[in-house]
């Protein structure tokens, strides 16, 4: 059965990506080609020539036109053919999809599903990225796992502990109960982490120049089924937000992670981290960028790892969840049922 | 945590269902948005029991509201 969860805007690639060549990628099992006209207006079509199933992603691109690498078949940024090889008549059929896009954020994101749908769907939002009171560093690393499996281990970050411990992960983290809230109208899973004297990883140490015991709060909002966003506050042990909500004596940094299906046992992990402090600082940048690409490269080796296991195990294999999976639970939940209401085969089941 | 550092209610919806991990103990306190609250140890009986909304058993309490932050990306 499949868990993808259509008639939703996912991120496809960064806008940095995309550009004057053929890029592919796979998104909920579908393959895709992305560029940019002359323009910059980023386009995303289906990567199957109607012809002989030529990946687009491997021709040419010549104008605006993709030129397919076999025969020649000639598409539109609307997917239409506007030339075929040795004739003049251009086959009615010969069209390929083409794919709503959004540039927003900084992410290209692009609709699965009924176009029909697409307009009328709120684009989900992780303003810091396009922020310039903030810096930000990022990446994307492909994982060899289900995309169920990133969402489970970012839901319970307790996992920082035993899987980050030297970069962001400490003993306080496992140890400090979480508050859960999810609101099925607005599909929104929130779950907090106030941790009020607790040792300062070096992940923040070295990046805030913060030296001894802090305050760190964790504040997850994972907006189903593909956007997670978590506000990460550091700030000297007592220092709490002021009565109007002000922060000046704190370091804020929005951690976002956009989880991309690409096949039902594939996903695109793209991570970015935006600070609100030292934004000019290239060394703070570089150490940033490092070591979280070093933080989810450790969740990509264990999910792989995982998937392996689980893919060979019968369905319906036992587990077990206590306390700190309180959020994960709700999460899976939401995306079944979108995953059956985006599926008329599986509505009621 | 309990002090005054420690989660505020942080969705705004009318239909928000909490659970908070009592600190100290290994009990999680499930409220739901009509008011009705239990405890449990086991995270998976708890929800089912807050999704059962409106057949919780017993009589909802008055539900207490604070006001909730504004979320920052919504």
């Not at chain 1, 303003?127 to 319970?156: F, K, Q």
């Not at chain 1, 923040?204 to 506050?233: K, M, N, V």
């Not at chain 1, 933080?295 to 999910?303: E, F, H, I, T, Y």
């Not at chain 2, 708890?46 to 006001?67: N, Y």
């Amino acid at each position: 059965m499949s868990e993808f969860v259509r008639d939703q805007w996912y991120v496809a690639a960064y806008g940095s990506e995309v550009g004057r060549e053929l890029l592919a990628r796979t998104i909920l099992g579908e393959p895709i080609v992305l560029y940019r006209t002359g323009d910059g207006t980023a386009v995303a079509l289906a990567d199957r020539c109607v012809h002989r199933r030529f990946p687009l992603s491997e021709s040419k691109l010549v104008d605006d036109t993709i030129v397919c690498g076999y025969h020649g078949f000639t598409y539109g940024t609307d997917g239409a053919c506007v030339a075929v090889p040795g004739q003049k008549r251009i086959p009615r059929t010969a069209r390929v999809p083409s794919y709503p896009v959004v540039e927003q954020d900084s992410f290209v994101w692009v609709w699965i599903g009924d176009a029909g749908k697409a307009a009328t769907t709120p684009v989900p939002r992780a303003p810091w990225l396009a922020d310039p009171g903030y810096a930000t560093v990022c990446g994307m690393e492909p994982l060899n796992a289900r995309a169920s499996l990133l969402v489970d281990n970012l839901m319970d970050l307790s996992h920082e502990t035993y899987l980050h411990g030297g970069y962001i992960g400490t003993p306080e983290v496992a140890e400090t109960p979480i508050t859960t809230e999810v609101d099925d109208e607005a599909g929104v899973v929130y779950v907090s982490r106030h941790m009020d004297d607790t040792e300062c990883p070096p992940f923040y140490a070295e990046s805030t120049g913060l030296a001894g015991r802090i305050t760190r709060w964790q504040d997850i909002e994972f907006h189903p089924p593909c956007l997670y966003l978590l506000h990460s506050r550091v700030a000297p042990v007592g220092v709490l937000p002021n009565a109007d909500g002000t922060d000046p004596d704190a370091f804020h940094v929005e951690v976002v992670y956009a989880i991309t299906p690409s096949t039902e046992n594939s996903t695109y992990d793209f991570w970015a981290v935006a600070r609100d402090f030292a934004q000019d600082d290239a060394e703070v940048s570089d150490y940033l960028r490092e070591s979280n690409r070093t933080v989810v490269l450790q969740d990509v080796d264990a999910l792989n790892v995982l998937e392996k296991v689980i893919a060979d195990e019968p369905a319906g294999y036992q587990e077990l969840s206590i306390n700190i999976d309180t959020g994960g639970l709700a999460a899976r939940r939401i995306l079944a049922r979108m995953a059956r209401a985006g599926d008329p085969t599986k509505v009621g089941s | 945590m309990t002090g005054p550092g420690a989660p505020t209610r942080m969705l705004r919806g009318e239909h928000v269902r909490r659970v908070v991990w009592l600190p100290g103990t290994d009990l999680l306190r499930g409220t739901c948005f009509c008011g009705a609250e239990r405890d449990a140890e086991d995270p998976v009986e708890l929800w089912e029991w807050l999704l059962a909304h409106p057949d919780h058993g017993g009589t909802p309490a008055v539900p207490t509201r604070p006001a909730p932050r504004e979320l920052a990306s919504i």
